[in-house]
């Protein structure tokens, strides 16, 4: 399959979603993009939260319980 017709193909059916999504809400254009541009943002800043929330929770977890020497390190 050549570029173009992929390209052609992605043009015609795939970047007009935001487009028929407002047409059929009776919405504009631009609202809709910018809602998807926000969640976007909202979805990765989230889910970065989640991780350095995890990372203080482990290293809190650390400090409290201390790995012991075992029997056999003697």
Same mark, same amino acid.
């Given at each position: 399959?050549?570029?173009? &017709?992929?390209? +052609?193909?992605?043009?015609?059916?795939?970047?007009? =979603?935001s487009s028929r999504?407002?047409? &059929?809400?009776?919405?504009? =254009?631009?609202?809709?993009?910018?809602?998807?541009? +926000?969640?976007?943002? =909202?979805? $990765?800043? *989230?889910?970065?939260?989640? +991780?350095?929330?995890? *990372?203080?929770?482990?290293?809190? &977890?650390? $400090?409290f319980y201390q &790995?012991?020497?075992? =029997?056999?390190? $003697?």
């Amino acid at each position: 399959m050549n570029i173009e &017709k992929i390209r +052609y193909f992605l043009a015609r059916h795939g970047f007009n =979603v935001s487009s028929r999504l407002a047409d &059929k809400s009776g919405i504009p =254009v631009n609202n809709v993009r910018l809602f998807f541009i +926000y969640a976007s943002f =909202v979805t $990765l800043g *989230a889910s970065f939260i989640l +991780y350095l929330l995890l *990372a203080f929770a482990l290293r809190i &977890k650390d $400090l409290f319980y201390q &790995k012991r020497p075992s =029997v056999f390190d $003697l």
